[in-house]
């Protein structure tokens, strides 16, 4: 019964006030408005459409004659002048009194039609179904979308490029409805638990973003989707022991490392139904992907075929009436490739853009339809993180890079012919994070900015010297209510390591910080290649939680080790190949070293670390592999066995496990858990459908037989956030704010 010590967080309710590690009365009710309040809520802009090529856009606000409903407005770029395009008294449907509540809108390319996207209801992590409507704005009619289809089924509704029809997926197969008179014409059959048209299976969703499964044709004649064979993908059996009498069970096809994935073919089938023509691409369709595909012409489609390590990545040219395909460029790369989201055809259809790491850098090229000629736009040691926009009549693409400091996000331009230098678009004077949504005709942008303490205020800004026309955002309220809790600015550092390396990182200290004395200290950290934590950008109520740790007596750190996405270039990121887990935790033990070293400070005998999916399985191999540098470990949502982690993430990284074994083995935390001795809590949602609990389970089978003691939580039914139901995030996060001051007690201490 000692092996194994369940952390409830009704204990520190329950128990007396005198209980070493209770949570002070102070920070309860700090957690209960950070977590379970609206007080640092903050304001929202949009969804915003740009209209009129950016001299218009639209945006969602409350409406002011319909309590609790919600108008489309007009504003006028230049003037502010503002119009009410859809009042919530429009979208009351009839027989009915309640307007309808939408989470997105869409309009059709002459604005005439209004889709909107209602009901809706998660499928699995970023996937929803739900309902769709239409509103004509000419008559007046509001009507909904799918015939007799039963309420919620429909999906990735869009129009035709003329406006007139749309399509959407409903139950697996592909549909088109004809606006004006309601008729519905069905493009796909066959469609079952293992088989969809016109969607994604669970894995391409999670890991390629790919939203959603078919293109319309640019002359709207035809639809080109993805058809996805599942048959021989293992099922995942989620069980949920809570909702009903007996237990039932949630099957998904999730792919593990090293098992077969979904067999993924493409076809274009015409608009108003007929035979599909299926795209000729070479190669097994369950050992390479397809995670791109968008039209090239209203003849022609271009797709991405990855090979299954990803580290070859062809684009090719189909013929949409043959389907005959060729390849017109080929990227390899030693480890992995990513996925290019930002191929867009320039110059009549003759160009395309392109993103590569081919220099060292990753970089944007223009690529000419054959693949014969590739032409640099980028040059240079740096960057492009991400495009916001080409301006063709300009002869201008704008990006996101951070070519002086990589903790930052800025917005840059280049000329589309290379020459010259990049110039920065994002205000200068303002140090931290920038985000543009840049209109059509490239004069204007919805400007995001944040810095770590600061929360974001949204703008309007002439381009391109990011000239603020009006404010759309102030965050006032919100900036006051962090003014309060945020008393001691963050500090940004560096930190070399013994290798040479030098790695970027975060430190908050206590209000009342006394450099004499020494102080406890947690480390947050993420440490995987799908994300960074040092970034200066505003971090939301996490970043509240790390102050509110940090004034009741410790100092709260993070660094970003080799192999995160951090804009330093593809030897930084790659140098992780086939060793994930082994190389992240040195350096991370190696920072937390360096640091307690050169900072007195910071005591090298109380070091506590924590972090959730790839973060706890970082803080499992901190705590396995590193047991001499970390005394408490707090792990959320890990992989302990990579192995039990699906074949698209696990294996661009890692390899396929049947030829690389070892590799596998050596990096999975579970098989270092002989080296645990300080405290660890795990904590792990039963219904996680990505970082499946039978991992955790696993673990503790492990620690069990080593009879290593753990303590451990589990959320019944909660996905990957562990935040679906009442008081669910107050109650994770009180968890760990309580198992941190009883094993890591909190305040400093004389040196």
């Keep these: 019964m000692r092996r194994i010590r369940f952390a409830l967080s009704i204990v520190a309710l329950i128990l007396p006030a005198a209980l070493p590690g209770q949570v002070p009365q102070a920070a309860t009710e700090m957690l209960r408005r950070i977590f379970a309040s609206r007080d640092f809520a903050p304001e929202r802009f949009g969804p915003a459409r740009w209209i009129e090529n950016g001299a218009a856009y639209t945006t969602v606000e409350p409406s002011t004659t319909v309590a609790g409903a919600s108008d489309i407005v007009r504003y006028e770029t230049a003037t502010g002048a503002r119009s009410v395009l859809v009042s919530a008294r429009q979208l009351i449907p009839s027989g009915d009194t309640t307007a309808l509540a939408f989470d997105d809108y869409v309009w059709s390319a002459d604005r005439n039609e209004l889709l909107l996207f209602t009901n809706t209801r998660r499928v699995w992590r970023q996937n929803t179904r739900g309902d769709y ?176 390590l990803q580290n070859t990545n062809r684009v090719l040219l189909a013929d949409a009436a043959s389907g005959a395909v060729r390849t017109v460029l080929t990227e390899r790369d030693s480890a992995w490739l990513d996925v290019v989201d930002d191929l867009q055809w320039l110059a009549g259809g003759t160009k395309f853009l392109w993103i590569s790491e081919r220099d060292g850098w990753q970089h944007a090229y223009l690529v000419s339809r054959d693949g014969n000629t590739v032409q640099p736009i980028t040059p240079g040691p740096f960057d492009v993180l991400l495009v916001y926009a080409v301006d063709t009549v300009g002869g201008w693409l704008y990006y996101a890079a951070a070519p002086d400091n990589a903790t930052q996000r800025n917005v840059y331009r280049s000329r589309l012919d290379g020459r010259g230098k990049p110039e920065r678009v994002s205000p200068v004077a303002q140090v931290g994070v920038h985000r543009y949504v840049i209109s059509p005709d490239a004069r204007w942008a919805f400007h995001f900015y944040a810095a770590f303490d600061t929360p974001p205020t949204t703008e309007l800004v002439r381009l391109p010297g990011s000239q603020v026309v009006r404010t759309l955002v102030t965050n006032v309220p919100l900036k006051a209510a962090v003014a309060s809790l945020i008393t001691r600015p963050t500090e940004f550092f560096k930190v070399p390591l013994p290798d040479g390396a030098t790695l970027d990182g975060w430190m908050i200290r206590p209000r009342d910080f006394d450099s004499t004395r020494t102080y406890p200290v947690l480390m947050y950290v993420y440490g995987e290649p799908a994300g960074t934590t040092v970034t200066q950008g505003w971090g939301g109520a996490g970043e509240l939680w790390h102050h509110m740790i940090a004034d009741l007596g410790y100092i709260v750190a993070s660094v970003d080790n080799r192999g995160t996405p951090a804009p330093k270039g593809r030897a930084w990121r790659k140098v992780v190949y086939g060793q994930i887990g082994v190389l992240s935790s040195r350096e991370q033990a190696d920072a937390v070293r360096a640091l307690t070293r050169s900072r007195p400070y910071l005591d090298s005998t109380r070091v506590a670390i924590w ?141």
């Design 133 to 308: 409507w239409v509103l004509d704005r000419r008559s007046g009619a509001l009507k909904k979308l799918g015939g007799e289809a039963p309420e919620a089924t429909l999906m990735y509704a869009k129009f035709s490029p003329a406006g007139d029809r749309v399509a959407y997926v409903r139950q697996g197969d592909l549909y088109v409805e004809r606006v004006g008179d309601g008729k519905i014409t069905r493009l796909t059959t066959g469609a079952d638990s293992l088989h969809v048209n016109g969607m994604t299976d669970w894995v391409y969703e999670e890991e390629f973003d790919l939203r959603d499964g078919f293109r319309w044709s640019p002359d709207g004649t035809k639809i080109a989707y993805w058809h996805f064979d599942m048959t021989g993908v293992r099922t995942f059996t989620l069980i949920n022991n809570t909702d009903s009498l007996y237990p039932y069970t949630i099957p998904i096809q999730y792919p593990k490392a090293g098992t077969p994935n979904s067999a993924v073919t493409a076809g274009v089938v015409g608009a108003d139904g007929g035979p599909t023509t299926w795209l000729q691409v070479d190669g097994d369709s369950r050992d390479n992907y397809l995670p791109r595909m968008e039209w090239a012409g209203p003849k022609e489609l271009v797709l991405q075929r990855m090979n299954r």
């Design 611 to 751: 972090g959730w999916s790839g973060g706890g399985s970082s803080t499992l191999q901190a705590m396995f592999r590193y047991p001499d540098v970390y005394q408490v470990g707090m792990s959320v949502a890990p992989v302990p066995d990579e192995r039990l982690y699906d074949t698209i993430y696990q294996e661009r990284y890692m390899g396929n496990p049947q030829q690389s074994g070892a590799a596998y083995d050596s990096a999975s935390a579970i098989s270092h858990a002989e080296g645990l001795r300080g405290h660890l809590l795990v904590v792990h949602g039963s219904g996680d459908d990505n970082v499946h609990f039978q991992g955790t389970q696993r673990l503790l089978n492990r620690l069990i037989a080593l009879g290593k003691p753990v303590d451990f939580m589990e959320y019944p039914n909660r996905s990957h956030c562990i935040c679906e139901g009442r008081g669910t995030t107050l109650h994770v996060y009180t968890l760990l704010t309580r198992y941190l001051l009883e094993h890591l007690p909190a305040g400093p201490r004389a040196r």
